[in-house]
């Protein structure tokens, strides 16, 4: 477990009402170093760096919050407006399992936020930026061909060890497991992070478009939002490509409600999500069906899981509980973890586990890095190279064909978005 903090606490935090700001968040963003969590136009964006805090190990989530409590009791807040995700704000992005590669939390030097029609700013530190003064930001375009590359593995070892789960499934080793692959985009100019995300958010605004420290993409998975008592988790699992034919696009939606496979997929998650906030919610509606949410590139089984909180626990405690999900590691949660660490063959960093925001209340949201891909290189010049990953949930009637498919699918969101 590592630990490193390079935080200056007792900073002035200001949050003030800002107008005549455009409704698109995204496109306050500068070309690089900016962070994001936007859907549908709501949500926040953020630049400049006021605290960072990495952590790693099984410690990550605990240590995370109380490392955030500390930095908000030591805030001096003026807090002009009052609401959930104003004053204090950080955006957070977390590993998927307990070892070396680093979780972070990061307090931007200026935050805008859009809810409910109102639009704030929030600096940390009075004369960061005030709405007179909004910079100027950089502005760049991503030009040439794209060189793509095998990540990792190449697909067809990544095949072999989609069949050896398979088998281990149906030998009753365990019910479900994901495992996930990458692919690695070479870029000819510096990574237009702005544009990259504008693109994203035109083409999925059903999801959360995410920027946290050079991990992108846009989710269609909330692992959990806490709006005061209200908690809500989204839970996706069962995957289809849709072909772009209205008619044949309904008959695979129809045909994924009736699959045996997907179906028992998608009980598994439901039913992880379900019995980690119980620990924490009363008054649980659990749907007994699940419906299809029709994306740009692929139709999932969804269900969304609500609840009324009962002990007070914040939305970086909930996330813990609910990390990692069967609709990203598989059950028993031990088994397919320790499935997973013997088959992928590659490390998942941050990929699939729980990115958002945080404010001081402990209200946030947090879904699951999905869709998304790690910016490499950063430290050697500008960003030239993206990670991109995808994950498949492999159950008794899985084939790798079939997986292999799906995770092309799942590659088009960013890999379109990168094309232009």
């Given amino acids: 477990m590592t630990e490193l903090r390079t935080t200056t606490h007792g900073r002035l935090v200001?949050?003030?009402?800002?107008?005549?700001?455009?409704?698109?968040?995204?496109?306050?963003?500068?070309?690089?170093?900016?962070?994001?969590?936007?859907?549908?136009?709501?949500?926040?964006?953020?630049?400049?760096?006021?605290a960072r805090f990495t952590i790693s190990g099984p410690e990550r989530f605990s240590r995370a919050q109380r490392w955030w409590t500390a930095w908000c009791e030591a805030a001096h807040v003026d807090d002009q407006v009052g609401g959930r995700g104003t004053?204090?704000?950080?955006?957070?992005?977390?590993?998927?399992?307990?070892?070396?590669?680093?979780?972070?939390?990061?307090?931007?030097?200026?935050?805008?936020?859009?809810?409910?029609?109102?639009?704030?700013?929030?600096t940390v530190e009075a004369d960061a930026v005030t709405p007179e003064t909004m910079p100027e930001l950089d502005r760049r375009t991503t030009s040439g061909p794209i060189v793509w590359e095998s990540g990792a593995r190449p697909v067809e070892h990544?095949?072999?060890?989609?069949?050896?789960?398979?088998?281990?499934?149906?030998?009753?080793?365990?019910?479900?497991?994901?495992?996930?692959?990458?692919?690695?985009?070479?870029l000819s100019g510096p990574l237009d992070t702005s544009g990259l995300l504008r693109r994203l958010a035109a083409a999925y605004p059903e999801c959360w478009t995410f920027s946290v420290d050079g991990l992108v993409g846009a989710t269609p998975e909330?692992?959990?939002?806490?709006?005061?008592?209200?908690?809500?988790?989204?839970?996706?699992?069962?995957?289809?490509?849709?072909?772009?034919?209205?008619?044949?696009?309904?008959?695979?939606?129809a045909a994924l409600l009736g699959s045996?496979?997907?179906?028992?997929?998608?009980?598994?998650?439901?039913?992880?999500?379900?019995?980690?906030?119980?620990?924490?919610?009363?008054?649980?509606?659990?749907?007994?069906?699940?419906?299809?949410?029709?994306?740009?590139?692929?139709?999932?089984?969804?269900?969304?899981?609500?609840?009324?909180?009962?002990?007070?626990?914040?939305?970086?405690?909930?996330?813990?509980?609910l990390h990692p999900t069967a609709a990203v590691c598989g059950t028993p949660t031990e088994r397919a973890?320790?499935?997973?660490?013997?088959?992928?063959?590659?490390?998942?960093?941050?990929?699939?586990?729980?990115?958002?925001?945080?404010?001081?209340?402990?209200?946030?949201?947090?879904?699951?890095?999905?869709?998304?891909?790690?910016?490499?290189?950063?430290?050697?010049?500008?960003?030239?190279?993206?990670?991109?990953y995808a994950g498949c949930g492999i159950v008794a009637g899985s084939t790798a064909e079939a997986e292999i498919a799906e995770s092309e699918a799942k590659f088009d969101a960013v890999r379109q978005a990168l094309s232009g």
């Fill in 14 to 50: 200001r949050t003030v009402t800002l107008d005549g700001i455009h409704e698109d968040l995204l496109t306050l963003l500068p070309a690089t170093g900016g962070h994001a969590w936007v859907r549908d136009g709501v949500g926040f964006v953020g630049w400049g760096e006021a």
């Fill in 87 to 122: 004053g204090p704000v950080a955006f957070a992005s977390f590993t998927f399992d307990s070892g070396p590669q680093e979780s972070v939390v990061i307090v931007p030097a200026v935050v805008v936020g859009h809810r409910a029609g109102r639009t704030w700013l929030t």
């Fill in 158 to 186: 990544w095949a072999r060890a989609v069949a050896e789960a398979i088998g281990r499934i149906s030998a009753g080793e365990l019910d479900k497991v994901v495992l996930a692959r990458d692919i690695v985009a070479g």
């Fill in 222 to 253: 909330l692992l959990v939002r806490r709006d005061g008592d209200r908690v809500t988790s989204r839970v996706l699992a069962g995957t289809v490509r849709r072909r772009g034919d209205e008619s044949v696009d309904a008959a695979r939606a």
């Fill in 260 to 321: 045996n496979k997907d179906l028992e997929e998608h009980e598994y998650a439901v039913h992880s999500v379900a019995e980690a906030l119980a620990a924490h919610c009363t008054d649980l509606d659990v749907p007994t069906a699940p419906h299809v949410l029709s994306l740009a590139n692929v139709q999932h089984l969804t269900t969304d899981v609500t609840g009324m909180l009962a002990d007070g626990a914040p939305a970086l405690a909930l996330a813990a509980s």
């Fill in 337 to 388: 973890s320790a499935v997973i660490r013997e088959l992928e063959g590659m490390d998942r960093g941050r990929y699939a586990g729980p990115v958002g925001w945080i404010d001081s209340r402990g209200d946030g949201e947090f879904g699951i890095a999905l869709r998304c891909a790690a910016v490499e290189d950063t430290e050697r010049g500008p960003a030239t190279r993206l990670r991109l």
